[in-house]
């Protein structure tokens, strides 16, 4: 079984502010974990995935996140928000089975101040 | 390379009405997935396939949905009769397999009425 938890459904933030958005998990196996993010009647686009090798990982748009077995978390970062990050973003996790499914967290909406 | 297509775009019906959605995967993913993304909500899924097989579909409120992915290739997910509570995008996901996340159409819109 696994689940993900994401803590507070909506972050503001200032432009040019950090971002920090939580996530925790639970897995009964090895967790591969994303973050995907969701623009405003668009589908979910991929930002990073972790998959085992190294626990820090960047992706696209400045985005990175830590995978931290210890605290079961693989929250996102960004050193400076932009207006257009504001968006819905989603950590998910999936077992390293063949035939796991992904889960979500319910989401965070980021909102970001000029 | 072409992403995941979907459509309609947007619907909108009656209650107790039926409805079909439609999902083409990117060529060659085995892995097909529809999900329910209720408005608020993280996406939960409804059904999962490998190639024309079904591997998980305990969430799938089968007495009213129905999906089907008879060659392997494109998907068709059925809501027959549609309730109030089925209103959400409908996302359909393809994958080549476990080691890369999921491509994700842009989803269709169904509002029940």
């Known amino acids: 079984a696994q689940s993900v938890t994401q803590l507070g459904s909506h972050v503001s933030v200032s432009e040019g502010a950090l971002v920090l958005l939580r996530c925790n998990y639970s897995s009964s196996v090895p967790p591969y974990l994303f973050w995907y993010v969701q623009y405003p009647n668009q589908g979910l686009q991929l930002l990073l995935k972790?998959?085992?090798?190294?626990?820090l990982v960047k992706g696209i748009n400045g985005f990175e996140a830590e995978f931290k077995k210890s605290e079961t978390s693989f929250h996102l970062t960004k050193p400076s928000a932009h207006m257009s990050d504001a968006a819905e973003y989603f950590c998910?996790?999936?077992?390293?089975?063949?035939?796991?499914?992904?889960?979500f967290g319910g989401g965070t909406r980021l909102m970001v101040k000029p | 390379e072409a992403g995941v297509a979907q459509s309609p775009r947007y619907k909108i019906i009656e209650k107790r009405q039926s409805v079909a959605f439609w999902c083409n995967p990117i060529s060659g993913h085995a892995t097909l997935y529809w999900y329910q993304q209720i408005l608020g909500q993280g996406p939960k899924l409804l059904i999962q396939f490998q190639n024309n097989g079904v591997v998980d579909d305990s969430q799938l409120p089968k007495d009213r949905f129905s999906a089907e992915r008879l060659k392997g290739v494109d998907s068709t997910l059925k809501i027959q009769p549609a309730k109030l509570e089925d209103s959400a995008v409908y996302l359909c996901?393809?994958?080549?397999?476990?080691?890369?996340?999921?491509?994700f159409g842009s989803g269709t819109r169904l509002t029940v009425v």
């Open positions: 972790y998959t085992s090798a190294a626990t």
């Open positions: 998910a996790v999936r077992g390293n089975n063949a035939g796991n499914m992904l889960t």
């Open positions: 996901a393809s994958s080549l397999d476990m080691n890369y996340g999921y491509t």
